[in-house]
């Protein structure tokens, strides 16, 4: 309205409409600007108990683990900044990892904490055997040999008296989970052990 009265030339108009487009130098300090807020962000979230992750030689950095690979402490990792959710923590061979921006992308290694008194963290195991009486419990005391508290079990039949059993359990490290399932797999019927590691 102001313009039809000449309060305002239509130069001064187009001047106010004009958007500021950064050039690449200031889109590159942004990115990195985001990329520093977010790591101070998980850098200043400290964890209530020790974090099993280092992150630059740090440890009580606030990370969170994937659960489309669930890395167990043993395994290669990668992590990954996020905006309010720190740092992701994936398995180095995970497929989602390789979707991910790689400019974020951040070396991390396992902090070595881990001692026999350690909670661990939770993996699934799927033993395929042959469906005869004492299977469930003969695994189950193979398990508890190891040391290794089960979470959850579940079992199911074949049309071809197969049973496939999966189980939820609590191990501290990659060797302590090889070594149970290397116990599965000596059992008398047992087809093949395996780990599970999607979601």
Not at 9 to 22: A, D, F, H, N, R
Not at 78 to 102: M, N, P, W, Y
Request: charged share 25%.
């Amino acid at each position: 309205m102001k313009v039809g009265y000449g309060a305002l030339t239509p130069q001064t108009v187009v001047q106010g409409l004009q958007i500021k487009i950064p050039d690449e130098k200031e889109a590159v300090v942004e990115e990195t600007s985001f990329l520093k807020k977010a790591f101070q962000a998980a850098i200043g979230r400290k964890r209530e108990t020790g974090s099993l992750i280092r992150v630059d030689g740090m440890n009580d950095v606030l990370v969170r683990f994937a659960k489309c690979c669930n890395p167990i402490p043993g395994d290669s990792i990668l992590g990954f900044i996020t905006l309010g959710r720190g740092i992701v923590i994936h398995r180095a061979d995970c497929s989602k990892s390789f979707e991910l921006d790689q400019d974020r992308r951040l070396e991390v290694e396992w902090s070595g904490t881990q001692g026999p008194e350690a909670t661990g963290r939770t993996v699934t195991v799927r033993v395929v055997c042959n469906d005869t009486s004492g299977m469930l419990k003969s695994m189950s005391e193979v398990f508890a040999i190891h040391g290794i508290n089960i979470l959850n079990a579940q079992a199911r039949t074949t049309k071809d008296l197969k049973a496939i059993c999966t189980f939820d359990v609590n191990v501290r490290n990659t060797q302590q989970l090889s070594e149970v399932m290397s116990s599965l797999s000596k059992l008398k019927g047992v087809i093949g052990v395996t780990r599970i590691t999607h979601a």
